[in-house]
């Protein structure tokens, strides 16, 4: 009994520094209900998720495979990010009328605009099902593993009774140790209802990404509509509004410190088990190493960027979309370094042998395998940013497939419509000179950085930058595939002509330069690497499973969460600011003001429409102030987020609206890794804000009616 107690409490820091206090992305039927009600929550766990009953569960989304949305009205009226929305609102923005410029609100409900394709799912039950999945499969490992697995999961799903528009998804949990069954309706006929302007929604740009403090109105709007018999179907313009079975009511309270909130959504991927040695390859040799090839490649975008505005809106999503998770893991080195994540993995690996000495030949094992993998995955780390980062090589690498398809005999009519469309899509965005420039650069990096035994024949001579500058250049204008060589006088870039001819097309492509270097690239990660990467990885799998299985029986004092996987999860925590540098400490909350000190006009991260600066100077703020006087715009607590947690609600102890999610502050970002509730905070919209520029900005009233708001 004594040495129980000394062991637990030996335990114990470890368990606080994993953020089991307040972290966690729990199974929303499985929720550490007793900690919740502990920090302030006034509902119960079955009010958040009731599989037979109307509960929050039931006003929140997937929203299009990959964000969360939520439904705030009777007439299912959803809320989601501005960055969620936005592939859409572009879509239906034209030069004369550019929706992310000027924003969009429709009238009324005829003005609401149709999204082919875009989806959003329910969950509406939950049902744990290991006992169906794992039978079987005791003794095996690797392909074989996978093969049962799939097996028992399509003989559960046969037996199971769903209704037409439902699917069922069994999702592993704890690195295959549990397995769950997720019943998911989706609904396709999702209309555009609003969206502020990219100067509200999208205010601060990539300078403020992962910034706080944080002036950002990252919002939109859309609704679901439903069949006759309020049921999902294909988009009809006889098609109603959906009757949602929960809708939030939305809160304009004042917030303040220490609050509890919690956030319900979707969060894509996290890695918080894994053995110290793995986060230390992430830290010293992955991150810095992707880090590095998109140091190169934005540098280069940027100095074209900044003096050609036709590059400027040409290179702006990508420019986005590279920058975003190259800021994400400069910030998670710093952060896995300052919150000693390696350290205290070692400390709390020991503590677990200490209890259960079967555990450290697990470990040993783990460690011999990520460094034997290390060379490895640092290969594959670099090859897979240069093919990502050099559009050129995306290219090539896109015809090499096409050479192959062709010479199988399997090039159909429908396989060339689809890759001429995407080749389409990918011209219509580059600019073959400039990212010459990007892949001599990044093939310099990958020559100095690659050791020999890795590196493709010839590949030696890429190391000199400014050579490597004047060669790619003349190769680039040479080759079919950039579009400045050309085809018996066709160009690539004239996509219907340049695909008349197949078989005169597929032998210059084989003689094309950049096709045969990427050939060549490609061939030796093939031969030096893959193979070998994939074998230690499947080795791996097998033993993180063990060492997941191991650290939950042994660790009885933790409460455990499965890794976020895209699945619906409940997070919580407390409304908090934080001091994340020496003498430096934020507030939990920022506001119209700050939106202000920060205006640049003309500027294209920080210019602000008229009509907002002139409701500040006005101070024609309504309901919508706190008792600063002020409005509030953004907020951060300690609630535990990731990718795909963008457009979640952030509700308060009752299961109001008090945020939409959309970031997390830079200093955190390793929570996918290691979370900190010192050092973690997500950050959100505050509805305050939301519902000003919804009613001020827009005049949209007819929308505020429709939305429960409590005051
Ligand atoms: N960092 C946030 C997330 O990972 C927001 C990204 C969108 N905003 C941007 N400036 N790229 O998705
Ligand atoms: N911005 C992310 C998203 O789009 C959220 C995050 O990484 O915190 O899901």
Known sequence: MKRKILLSALLLPAVMAFGQQYGGMWIPTELNEKEMKSLGMKISAKDIFNPDK?????????????CTAEVISP??????????GYDNIQAHSTVENDLLTNGFWAKDMTGELPNPGVTVDFITDIKEVTAQILPGTENLTGADLTKKINENIEAYKKVQKTESYQTISVRSMYYGNKFYAYVIETFKDIRLVGAPPSAIGKYGSDTDNWVWPRHTGDFSMFRIYADKNNKPAEYSKDNIPYTPKHFLPISVKDKKEDDFTFVFGFPGRTTEYLPAIAVEKIMK?????????????LKTLDEKMRINPATKIQYASKYARVANYWKKWIGEVEGLKKSNAVEKKKQYEQTLISKNPAIKPTIDQLNQKYNEQAPYNLHKAYYSEIVRNSETFTLAGIYSNYIQSYEAGKMDAKNLEALKARLTELYKDYDAELDAKVTAKVLALYADKTPPQFLPKDFGQLKDVNKNLGMMENVSKASIITGRGNMNG???TDV????????????????DPFVQMYGSFKSSYLATTDAKVNALQTDIDALQKKFMAQQMETDKDRKFFPDANSTLRVTYGQVKGSEPRDAVSYGYQTHLAGVMEKYIPGDYEFDLPKKLISLYNSKDYGVYKDKTGDVPVNFTATNHTTGGNSGSPALDAYGNLIGLNFDRQWEGTMSDINYDPKLCRNIMVDTKYILFVIDKYADSKWLLNEMKIVK
Do not use: W, Y
Not at 75 to 84: P, R, S, Y
Not at 285 to 297: G, L, N
Not at 498 to 508: G, S, Y
């Open 496 to 511: 219907n002509k340049f695909f008349t001819d197949q078989k005169t097309l597929v032998e210059n492509l084989k003689k």
């Open 75 to 84: 007439k299912g009226l959803l809320l989601t990010n501005h960055h969620c």
């Open 490 to 492: 066709v160009k690539a």
């Open 54 to 66: 109307a509960s929050i569960k039931d006003a929140v989304v997937q929203f299009d495979g990959g």
């Open 285 to 297: 040799e992955t991150d810095p190493a992707m880090i590095a090839v998109r140091d190169v490649a």
